[in-house]
């Protein structure tokens, strides 16, 4: 599966259940809702921070191969790699640990790997999650 | 999200049932807000009935964390589900929000 949104002001929802609808999403629960959080997380990042006002396109795509779900973001926006941003640090005290950062870091936690490219002016950003 | 709150002097109950996300984050950020205030709050969350928290969730929980300790005062979450519990000790918040 693959489509294109555009512009995505506003459009987080429409994106995540575009993602969850495809055929190629498993059915069991446990891993849906896992699935559910990592893109909720990569698609409220790319919504807020890709383009200004929202004003630009995503390119979203699934796809099995080799035994396990791809999931493919693909913006025009400012050129980010979220796989660059350090990890929180997860042993302080509620008064030491900052509000944010931790979108990202459970992706990195519930996918088996993160690829993230800079290629023909877009991030390509890809969730791969090994299906057993 | 739906939040209920049982108000027993400075003993909340707090009811947590459905999603809670993205889209409605900042609802819940007002929803909670009669939490925010008052000395040595005595908070139970009760997460029965909550399905499932983004980090935008997280976020919350640890606003309202900071600011009960801030306060004096103690909150504890009860009953999460296994999914949401993962969460939670993913990101170490199962280190700092009591869970029972």
Redesign the interface.
């Known amino acids: 599966m693959k489509v294109i949104i555009d512009p995505i002001a506003y459009k987080s929802a429409e994106i995540i259940e575009t993602l969850m609808s495809s055929e190629d999403m498993p059915q069991d629960p446990a891993l849906e809702f896992k699935l559910r959080l990592c893109v909720e997380e990569v698609v409220e990042n790319i919504v807020r921070y890709a383009y200004k006002d929202g004003q630009g396109f995503v390119e979203v795509g699934t796809e099995i191969r080799d035994g396990a779900l791809y999931m493919t973001f693909r913006d025009a926006g400012v050129k980010f790699n979220p796989l660059e941003k350090d990890d929180p640090d997860i042993t302080l005290s509620a008064e030491e640990r900052q509000i944010g950062g931790l979108g990202i870091f459970l992706c990195k936690q519930m996918m088996d790997d993160l690829q993230y490219e800079y290629k023909d002016g877009c991030n390509h950003l890809t969730m791969i999650k090994k299906l057993s | 999200m739906n939040v209920t709150i049982n108000q027993e002097g400075n003993k909340f109950n707090v009811i947590l049932e459905g999603r809670l ?3 409605n984050a900042d609802q819940f950020q007002k929803d909670i807000e009669p939490l925010m205030n008052g000395d040595k709050p005595e908070i139970s969350l009760d997460c029965t009935a909550m399905e ?1 928290t ?3 969730g ?2 919350m929980f ?2 309202l ?2 600011s009960v ?1 801030s306060r004096g005062g103690s909150m504890v979450m009860v009953g999460m589900n296994p ?1 949401v519990k993962e ?1 939670f000790d ?3 918040f199962s ?3 009591k869970i029972i």
Do not use: A, F, W
């Open positions: 996300d993205t889209t499932y983004s980090s935008q997280l976020r640890l606003m964390q900071k300790n999914q969460v993913i990101t170490g280190n700092i929000i």
